[in-house]
T-cell receptor, first 114, second 115 residues
């Protein structure tokens, strides 16, 4: 069975602070894929990143960075110098190599205050 | 327009009525999915389809019917709507080839209220 845990239900920061969103996953598959999605107040789900289990390189994209650690089954997401527009619910998701279904975490509501 | 669209965006219906939510994608993606999003439950998979005429149940399929006669369309039907089906419904599609797992792209969602 697959499971994704986002222990932080809500986070509130002040603009320009750095913030890390945690994601811990469980899977029995040796090949799997991890994703982060953003859901702003407007409601759409926006794909941010995909990471394959065989690629443990961390990734940076502008103010966003992702830290994938297989040893701790974690795929954390950091926003540097947060902005009000980063306010959204962020979902971590997992797809095991043996099926095509995405398992989502419950999401973390990030509020960035001016 | 290119992408994935859903209609209607908002729907209010009465208990017991049949209602169909439409999903259309222009990418020729093989896979399509239906999710519902509820407070406290996050996103849960209802049904998915690997190709035209191939569908399979997800986590919460009861009370829903799907079909996929064409690659680009994946309608979701609530045969006899119940209040517990009040939710936001998202359609998604992805291109999955070989051992790679491509990301799912989501439609804008349909907010359904069953009274």
């Amino acid at each position: 069975a697959q499971k994704v845990t986002q222990a932080q239900t809500e986070i509130s920061v002040v603009e320009k602070e750095d913030v890390t969103l945690d994601c811990v996953y469980e899977t029995r598959d040796t090949t799997y894929y991890l994703f982060w999605y953003k859901q702003p107040p407007s409601g759409e789900l926006v794909f941010l990143i995909r990471r394959n289990s065989f690629d443990e390189q961390n990734e940076i994209s502008g103010r966003y960075s992702w830290n994938f650690q297989k040893s701790t089954s974690s795929f954390n997401f950091t926003i540097t110098a947060s902005q009000v527009v980063d306010s959204a619910v962020y979902f971590c998701a997992l797809r095991g190599g043996s099926n095509y279904k995405l398992t989502f975490g419950k999401g973390t509501l990030l509020t960035v205050n001016p | 327009d290119a992408g994935i669209t859903q209609s209607p965006r908002y729907k209010i219906t009465e208990t017991g009525r049949q209602v169909t939510l439409m999903c259309h994608q222009t990418w020729s993606h093989s896979y399509m999915f239906w999710y519902r999003q509820d407070l406290g439950h996050g996103l849960r998979l209802i049904y998915y389809s690997a190709a035209a005429d191939i569908t399979d149940k997800g986590e919460v399929p009861d009370g829903y019917v799907v079909s996929r006669s064409k690659t680009e369309n994946f309608p979701l039907t609530l045969e006899s709507a119940t209040r517990s089906q009040t939710s936001v419904y998202f359609c998604a599609s992805s291109l999955i080839a070989g051992i790679s797992s491509y990301e799912q792209y989501f439609g804008p969602g349909t907010r359904l209220t069953v009274t």
